[in-house]
């Protein structure tokens, strides 16, 4: 009878929430560790939803629930043909992420020396927090920065390579052609952005800003 009773305790607690929802967690993790390479090498998931709540089936379609963030709180949908099961998971990433080498003023504009890369938990990070180190490359800060404190994008804007009342050549391209006049910026750009420039006939044109400062535009 004690034998008896001890396999029904183990039978009941293999089919218990919690048993069934560790049973989805290698593959929640593969899953996020595939998605998250080249941001994290360690990634740990936290099944949060109910065992009667996981896919019936082996090999589930993994996908993410409307959500552009990679880590924290997050919905997977989990289908198995036409049976379709969303599961909520907390997901732990850890990586290397952008932080102010030395007090950085206003109005700055960043050089190598201004940032450096700090290794710590990117699902506890402030959002947009800078990963990519390059992209503080001659950024223009806009607010004050202790050292040690994460890089924000939203903190930085890319330096003007076009400002406004500079002469610039405009350059128009189409299907086997192309066309080139000076005239003059209008507004401040960033490489990529869009400068509005006024041309010696007076007409407005418009186009994107390229690495050399030009006008481009696309007929």
């Known amino acids: 009878m004690r034998n008896l009773k001890r396999t029904l305790a183990m039978m009941l607690a293999l089919l218990s929430p919690t048993a069934m929802a560790q049973d989805m967690t290698p593959q929640l993790t593969d899953f996020f560790t595939q998605r998250l390479a080249g941001f994290s090498d360690s990634v740990v ?29 997050q919905t ?7 049976d379709k099961r969303y599961i909520q998971v907390m997901v732990a990433a850890t990586g290397n992420y952008v932080v102010a080498a030395q007090p950085i003023a206003r109005g700055t504009t960043l050089t190598p020396g201004s940032v450096t ?4 938990r990117l699902d506890q990070l402030p ?14 800060m806009l607010r004050d920065l202790a050292p040690g404190q994460p890089v924000q994008l939203s903190m930085l804007r890319q330096s003007w390579r076009v400002k406004a009342g500079q002469k610039v050549q405009v350059i128009a391209s189409g299907d086997g052609f192309s066309v080139n006049g000076e ?19 007076g007409q407005v044109v418009s186009g994107q ?8 535009i696309n007929l």
């Open 76 to 82: 997977v949908l989990a289908q198995c043909g036409t």
């Open 117 to 120: 890369l700090k290794r710590g």
């Open 45 to 73: 998931v936290t099944v949060r939803s109910a065992g009667n709540l996981m896919p019936q089936c082996e090999q589930p379609a993994l996908s993410v629930m409307g959500n552009a963030r990679l880590w924290g709180n």
């Open 127 to 140: 959002p947009r927090t800078m990963l990519d180190i390059n992209q503080a490359q001659d950024a223009v």
């Open 209 to 216: 800003v390229d690495s050399d400062g030009n006008i481009l």
């Open 183 to 201: 005239g003059q910026a209008l507004n401040n750009a960033a490489v990529a952005q869009n400068a509005r420039v006024r041309m010696p006939s």
